[in-house]
Structure formats: C-alpha cells, structure tokens
C-alpha cells in the first residue's frame, strides 16, 4: 500500500514568513510523529499524535512551531515567522498504534529560509 | 534522558567486503529500529528489532537488550549500500525514536 506521503517536497522560503507542511500517514496508522533534521545533524524530534489523546509537543523548539492533526489523520506542521536556523528537511513518520512501534518515515521537506 | 552512541561515525569499505555497525543505548529500550539513510534523504526501515536476532537478505542485526547494544552486519556490500544508517531507540510504549548520531558508510567500487 501507499506509504507515508509529505508535501511540498521542497519549500523556499524569506525569513519571517510562515509555512505549512503537511503529512498523510499511511491508511490506519493512528499514531504520528514530525521530526527535523538539520544539515549534517542526527534527527530530532519534534512532536507526537497519537488517536485524540493530547499530543507530546515536548520536542517543539519554540512557539513559533505549531501542529495539528485533523480527523486522526492528515498532520500540518506550521512554523511562523521563519528563521533561518529553522532550514531543515522535516520528516514525518507513523506507526499502527502506540504498541507498534516500528515507524514508517516519510520523504520529508526540505524547507529553506533565506 | 537515554543517550544512543554509534561506532565507528564513519567507514569506508571496498565493494564485497563486510562490516560491522554498533549501536550502544544508555537504559533499557523497548523499541530498536535500524534505518539506511539513502543519498536522497529517504529513511529506509531495515529491521525493528528491541531484541534477539533478524536476517535479510546480506544484512542482518543483533540486539542484547540486556547488555544495551545492538550490532549491524552488513555482508558482500554494494556501492548501493552507501548512505548513514542511523540507531533509533523508544524506552517505552508510543514514545518518540531518540536516534543516535549514524554511521556513515561509503562504498567503493
């Protein structure tokens, strides 16, 4: 089946803006994670859903970064005010609930602030 | 919070040689995952395995949860196994991956 799909694949953006990025986990996954890689860096991670529970935003950076998931299902991650140290691919993963944990990443977004 | 460690950070190996990669984890984990990073950024499951022992094909990975390590083999290597293959761990139930830092390997023809 389809696997865990992110849009836009790339995004430019001027400092300041605000972006949104946006995940489709695979069909029936009811748990999803964001995570953010900056050049040459490890993962980090960023914030968890998991079905309607509250999410784990402990990994959140500031609060410029926000994220919401829709209907248990589509995630958007959107970072206001963009700075440049916020540049970094942003992957998305998901698994079939929290006693599964094997996670499944998506391609991720390559997100540029010039 | 648990620390991850991966050995060595880099190596570089001729084409049909084998190696070694070593992932240490500073508590008890519930969930180890291996993952190939490919030259596109792409992440790449290649074993969950929180314990015992997995083969696939030329990889295969073992883990002593016991003694908080798990070891990455990977056997006849190609120029296509190129990339970093990153260690993640969870300590418990639906808790985000802390992944270690990646072994970045290159393959030479």
């Known amino acids: 089946g389809a696997g865990v799909s992110q849009s836009p694949s790339n995004k430019v953006t001027e400092k300041g803006k605000d972006v949104e990025l946006r995940c489709d986990p695979i069909?029936?996954?009811?748990?999803l994670y964001w995570y953010r890689q900056s050049l040459g860096q490890g993962l980090e991670f960023l914030i968890y859903?998991?079905?309607?529970?509250?999410?784990?935003k402990s990994g959140l950076p500031s609060d410029r970064f926000s994220a919401e998931r829709t209907g248990g299902s589509v995630s958007t991650l959107t970072i206001q005010r963009t700075q440049q140290e916020d540049s970094a691919v942003y992957l998305c993963a998901s698994s079939y609930d929290s006693s599964s944990y094997e996670q499944y990443f998506g391609p991720g977004t390559r997100l540029t602030v010039t | 919070g648990i620390q991850v460690e991966q050995s060595p950070p880099d190596l570089i190996l001729q084409e049909g040689a084998n190696s070694t990669l070593r992932c240490n984890f500073s508590?008890?984990?519930?969930?180890l995952q291996w993952f190939h990073q490919n030259p596109w950024g792409q992440l790449i499951n290649l074993f969950y395995?929180?314990?015992g022992t997995k083969q696939n094909g030329r990889l295969s990975a073992t883990t002593v949860a016991t003694e908080r390590y798990s070891l990455l083999y990977i056997s006849s290597s190609q120029t296509t196994d190129s990339g970093v293959y990153f260690c993640?761990?969870?300590?418990?139930?639906?808790?985000?991956?802390?992944f270690g830092p990646g072994t970045r390997l290159s393959v030479l023809p």
């Open positions: 859903f998991q079905g309607n529970s509250a999410p784990d």
């Open positions: 508590d008890s984990v519930n969930n």
């Open positions: 395995i929180p314990s």
């Open positions: 069909s029936g996954h009811t748990a």
């Open positions: 993640a761990v969870t300590r418990s139930y639906g808790q985000n991956f802390v």
